[in-house]
């Protein structure tokens, strides 16, 4: 198993998709399923468009359909999923009476340049993006890989199993963006048992599994656009509103903003682009942002705060400044009846060497609409962490799976399908 | 004659073309000197390629040039001046003997998107840019139109004539970048009178003429490219160093550079792009940066600071930082004796309300270098100004000229012709 | 008891002194123990003077010294702990074999002018404090309240208990300056209970009681002195190497430097101190410093990111900066054992409604220098939390402790000592 | 002349007083005055009260005026110019018609440290300041010494002089906040000549003398209060409103505030004082600030931008933000007939080497004041600069005069006095 695991990640190592742009990640899928017994739904089947968030910009979308054709996508199904409509349900019905299952694979890369140094692995092993400026450095190939052999693997026994079950591979987890809209769609309404996982994320030995995560981190990704005024700068510089300057006040005074008493916070100015010409004073700049918070209250604080920082900034340098948000996660709290459920399959698995009720993700997912979703629906839900040793952090040029990971965390998931969908 | 050169500058103000970009507008020169009698100098009869400066990448290159394509210029033509080669050198002879008579035109646009306002002359006159993100912010537009008109003259009156004459249609001097590779082909080596001239500048009515300039800035222009370490910024956001922070942190103290007892000094950070994901500790940031001063020593106190700023910006975030020169211009002294030649002349012109000896320009312009090379070879240089009611200044989207500064520009330097140039 | 607990606190509350002046303080400790049986060791006995760190200016302690001359300590009592040996170790021994039990209770002020709102309690109640600039804004002067009283609760009922006691009134607990020279002396060494506690801290309402105490934070107290040059602003700013705005660009950057993934910290800037004339370049900037984390490591991660910024902002204007640090704490475990062993008695008091085993300080605590000691030595240590309803924040100019508070402490100690000291 | 001018200058720099203070430096000059006819007029003669600007604290005034009586100034002397009622105007009546000729010298020091360097001149030859933190770093003592030395010539000669003379020591000059007081008191109402000079201001060999000056600075002097919100720095840092940020934010801005196309101008904060404790956020900075404009007009502009920048950057920390003006000074123009008519009495002294009819000053000096009510009256006035070769600036901790200036300067001003004051 583990030789084919690798050869499939690494195959979609090589075409690393960006959110809402993953239509050769997508076709893939599907012809991963093909002959499986699952049902494919696409597109509009799959998302509510409106409840998108953060889609890239039109050019952006034709330009990735092009890469798509010219990969060898058919038309037709690329006409399915078009303007950022990507990612893929695949659903199976035993016909007996059982629980309904789900789980949730995220697929889409990171706008990152790949590292070519030479001892960057998919480098030297000749699996490198192929797409210029991004990768998956996030460990969302393995994911998909993940994903599709739980999917093999259901097929493979469905006779042995009971109930219904539903593969979500989603589109646009980065930033956030793309859950809400399939669950818009209604497919976690009625979900019994609700399973999603992330690889990597704790640097410790490849056989730690932790059942649960805790520490989802809330967020808020906004944009701001600043408008100045442009002068000569050699000429008349005092006739400019620098909104260059405005900016880079923001952004150091952002940073500044104090923790909080009651827990953990994050702000990052991930992009900053401001002015069109060495010698204008700069009248624009459009900065991309994010807050998180160990809750909803602690996100709120530090977005608050952001916002009091950028219209200040604006004022001080005559600039206007709109303040958009794009992106939106909230807290989560795992099942804890369900990690008790799994604990002692998930103990007995092959490679499981040290087993962890729950460990913290410091970060944001929109997974957690999803869990919202399966337990206001009274069923219960958990997201998994599978270590390794990372050598370099997730969204690093250099991040690298440690492939060693991937039949551990498949069969983890195979023993919890068998354990808790078994056919009496 | 107003009428004309109304309808050709409003041509010209439609397809402004950035630096060494101008394929449509050199082609447009090309055809207006057809049949004048001038021989035309293309491509690398007129520049030596390696002393540009700031040569715009491969691609943009590409996208002008496809563009100039589709607006009908022959393919022929545009791969003598392809990959940056633009400009023109128009060269006459009158066989008598004579001064060698040169003069400037410069012809790039801005990369400014220009504005759609009510209030905005070339929107509502329906001659607005049709270039997206460029304009002629600047007033080249007119330049050109008063070179070809001067070129005009002095083909229709070549019997009256003595000497030979050069006019230069030079690409990219926004950001003086053109001007040295137009002296290292030698074209001002034998020069005896050097003409060159700005329109507007100064806010003054039409008819004021300033015969010379003071004040022409020494200017260097540099990037500084920030190198840090990216990092999830939700999940560990100590592992990265900031390039965006670095950045933000260099323009605010780089604007904070203290004023000089000596004289005037500017510094600008006219661009900033830092980082490329939102949930990205940004490794990476560039800024285009201009320092100017009142005279070269002054301009070396702005530089090495900047230099310093930067360093220790970078030092700050454990960044790298890179820092090149892209361009540079020097002081100028205009010949004071070719004022006094040229005074009575100028003073007698239909138009001319206020004559001045000089006024400052406060700003940088390339030209310098060609001057600097007529004095070296016993010629003389000046530089003229034509002011008029500036409604918003040079590089604002809503710049404007007067038209009526067109036919007076163009009088000023046929009398001056024909008074230096008149056949015995 | 309440109304002579109020009367002493408020006493206490109108001579604050900041660490190592608490010349009144301690001499009114010293008469309030008079007559109680216990032996009163002061100056020398109590402190190694080395190990004090952030010892105020001569001038201040002087100042201090004359401040306590002027309220009528005796001369000769001042000279026994003048010079910042303040604070008082009282002991007693029951002659009956048994534990060694020790508390310690910290007396210093703030350096914070007292507010003289009319919302302000100490102000319209008229013990407002009589030392301008100087405020127990932390509660301090409740800590020695609780203290006094546990001493005379031990004094009246000596015969009942067994073993010896050990009262320490601790100076300089502010800024962690005081304890490891009280350690070093080595007044801990054979402690088998040590007992310590803190006065609101967290927004609840009296009654409730946190056996112990979580998340210390270790913490970094450092100044950073910058030296640049002077230089007439306005005759010639290019001559000088600016400190205020070094020091301002490192204050910004020092709050900028990124959360990290492992836990809690904190960076402050307390104070700045820059420049001396209006017209002069500033060639000198002092700042107050302190970092914290929730972990050693943590804290030294906030701290050395402190001296890259400290070191790359005086690179930046050709400044030296001199970094010396001034105070540090440590963390510290609570011993659990204790905390099991005192639960039902601290239950069972009069007044307690809401007990917890433990509540997050989140603060820096120079106790914990004390209770790692007793630790070592095999005893066992805690520090108790006596939360009530703040209005306003510790250090804040309009802090009031509600005295509802205070006989509540002194009963839940005065129970814990009968508990554990009983004679047999 | 030059032994008794040297041991003069000498004197005066031991007891350096910062304005309104000059208590010691007032008696002294009344001293020298004795026996030379002139009646010496002080404190309520001299000044309006209410017109002085920027009058220190009384208890900087207590201060100096308990070091007055320690000097030796007797109390009774003391008494008429209390409370910075300091400077003194001498008047003598050569009985005879006559103009009206008027001279200023500036008598305070400044709040700088002197250096103690091995090669700083004062302190190896014994005549530091005896002021600790106060210091002549801008000349005056040798100012004071001048005058005085023009006062006994007067005196020696006043047969052969017609006309009558007010010779002005004015107190604080520095900060431009003494001579309003004085013009307001009418003494310089019916003045038909008034001379006034600096020494040094620029580098130029001892022999210089330039009778005029342009490029004075406008200039406005203001204070920045913000207040914030204190808040423990570790237990809730978010609880505080952080003024040393917000003022931080703003120096860094002010200065980075742009130059301006119509000429010189500056800004300056000076100082910076922000906090109170190390662990307290800190909830007020006040700032020390000037700008200044080569015209009244970019002063302005200096100065509106900086009400901006301090506004925005309180909006940014939830501060309030008071500004305070506190010093102003305007442009003026010399009388041009006045260098005229002393240019070849001047010429022909001896040791004047190179004579310039102006040099710039760039910087501001509130004799403009003076010189303004001067031509208002009909009167000339002009302000002369004498240079030596500065080895480190004014305002620098190894500021020293060249005493070579001292004759020179004073024989000059008795040639200007013989010249334009002969009796017929």
């Excluded at 494919?40 to 968030?53: E, F, I, T, W």
């Excluded at 923790?259 to 900053?272: E, F, K, M, P, W």
Aim: proline share 4%; hydrophobic share 35%.
């Amino acid at each position: 198993m583990s030789e084919s695991l690798t050869q499939m990640r690494r195959r979609f190592h090589r075409f690393p998709e960006v959110g809402f742009t993953e239509y050769i990640t997508t076709y893939e899928i599907y012809r991963a399923l093909e002959g499986t017994g699952f049902k494919r739904h696409l597109g509009h089947d799959v998302l509510v468009p409106s409840k998108r968030v953060g889609v890239p910009s039109q050019e952006t979308l034709d330009g990735s359909y092009r890469r798509a054709l010219d990969y060898g996508v058919p038309k037709e199904f690329l006409e399915k999923i078009k303007d950022g409509m990507t990612g893929l349900v695949a659903t199976i019905d035993t016909k007996k009476p059982g629980p309904h299952f789900a789980a949730r694979f995220d697929i889409d890369g990171l706008p990152i340049t790949e590292s070519t140094d030479d001892d960057h692995f998919p480098h030297t092993e000749n699996f490198i993006s192929t797409h210029d400026g991004e990768m998956h450095a996030c460990g969302h190939d393995g994911h998909i890989t993940v994903g599709l052999n739980v999917a093999k693997y259901i097929s493979e026994n469905i006779d042995q199993l009971k109930g219904k079950f539903t593969i979500i591979f989603q589109a646009a987890e980065e930033s956030v963006r793309g859950a809400q809209a399939v669950v818009e769609k209604g497919w976690l309404d009625d979900v019994d048992y609700f399973f999603s996982l992330h690889l990597g994320i704790r640097k410790l030995p490849v056989g730690t599994v932790s059942l649960s995560t805790t520490d989802f981190l809330a967020t808020t990704k906004f944009d701001a656009h600043f408008t100045g005024k442009s002068a000569h700068a050699g000429v008349e510089p005092n006739e400019g509103n620098n909104s260059l300057l405005a900016a880079s006040t923001a952004a150091l005074n952002l940073s500044a903003i104090p923790r909080h008493r009651d827990g953990t916070t994050r702000i990052n100015t991930g992009s900053l682009k401001a002015g069109r010409g060495r010698n204008v004073v700069a009248d624009s700049a459009t900065m991309e942002i994010e807050s998180r918070g160990e809750t909803t209250a602690l996100n709120d604080y530090m977005f608050e705060r952001s916002v009091k920082v950028l219209k200040a900034a604006a004022d001080m340098y005559d600039n206007d400044v709109d303040i958009e948000i794009v992106g939106q996660a909230i807290n989560a709290n795992i099942s804890s009846d369900l990690v008790k459920e799994i604990k002692d399959t998930v103990q007995n698995t092959n490679g499981v060497i040290d087993l962890k009720d729950s460990l913290p993700l410091g970060a944001s997912e929109d997974v957690t609409f999803m869990i919202d979703r399966v337990q206001k629906g009274d069923g219960q839900a958990t997201y998994m962490l599978f270590p390794f040793d990372l050598k370099f952090g997730h969204h690093h040029p250099k991040f690298d799976l440690d492939e060693a990971v991937l039949p551990l965390a498949v069969e983890v998931l195979q023993n919890i399908t068998r354990s808790v969908m078994k056919a009496d």
